[in-house]
T-cell receptor
Framework: GNSVTQMEGPVTLSEEAFLTINCTYTATGYPSLFWYVQYPGEGLQLLLKATKADDKGSNKGFEATYRKETTSFHLEKGSVQVSDSAVYFCALMSNYGQNFVFGPGTRLSVLP | GAGVSQSPSNKVTEKGKDVELRCDPISGHTALYWYRQSLGQGLEFLIYFQGNSAPDKSGLPSDRFSAERTGGSVSTLTIQRTQQEDSAVYLC?????????FGSGTRLTVV
């Protein structure tokens, strides 16, 4: 079946550090890939998405590129801020199914 | 409303009691999803409604869980005879085409 694997957290970085959160997936067909973010006390928000191979999703300084050859969708940001502290979820939606498959989430803490 | 609204935001219940969780999706969104986020776990799919089609119930963990969607709008997730392992945040999402919006969730604590 479909699955998503993320690097385990928590991840603690200093402000302005470079961020990478690894995400790999297993899926049949050609899934769409997503990163969701959950800030403390809030619901999930879509951060970025990519719907086909080699697409790059970007938003708020975050980027992720859909790599079919490595089945990966790693999240990156060049310079993190304290306000980026949150839990980040990688997810896929198969083009055959109707529901998401989420990774376990990675908690990011950015220290001033 | 502008977003997906869930109520209550927090619910504490005694083991063995029934609970109802409500989701009010974005107007015009034909698809509605329920997910569960347990402590330290990722999101677990529970059930999916699409228009007037029969719901996809494949994620419901036991027959104590059921959900309805009345008039293609508001949905209620019911958990009967709650158990401590039911403690989690229950998230609702609605969508139209490829735009998904999640509610803030209901935190259920079974004591």
């Amino acid at each position: 079946g479909n699955s998503v694997t993320q690097m385990e957290g928590p991840v603690t970085l200093s402000e302005e550090a470079f961020l990478t959160i690894n995400c790999t997936y297993t899926a049949t067909g050609y899934p769409s890939l997503f990163w969701y973010v959950q800030y403390p006390g809030e619901g999930l928000q879509l951060l970025l998405k990519a719907t086909k191979a080699d697409d790059k999703g970007s938003n708020k300084g975050f980027e992720a590129t859909y790599r079919k050859e490595t089945t990966s969708f790693h999240l990156e940001k060049g310079s993190v801020q304290v306000s980026d502290s949150a839990v980040y979820f990688c997810a896929l939606m198969s083009n055959y199914g109707q529901n998401f498959v989420f990774g376990p989430g990675t908690r990011l803490s950015v220290l001033p | 409303g502008a977003g997906v609204s869930q109520s209550p935001s927090n619910k504490v219940t005694e083991k063995g009691k029934d609970v109802e969780l409500r989701c009010d999706p974005i107007s015009g969104h034909t698809a509605l999803y329920w997910y569960r986020q347990s402590l330290g776990q990722g999101l677990e799919f529970l059930i999916y409604f699409q228009g007037n089609s029969a719901p996809d119930k494949s994620g419901l963990p036991s027959d104590r869980f059921s959900a309805e969607r009345t008039g293609g709008s508001v949905s209620t997730l019911t958990i009967q005879r709650t158990q401590q392992e039911d403690s989690a945040v229950y998230l609702c999402a609605s969508s139209r085409a490829h735009g998904y919006t999640f509610g803030s969730g209901t935190r259920l604590t079974v004591v």
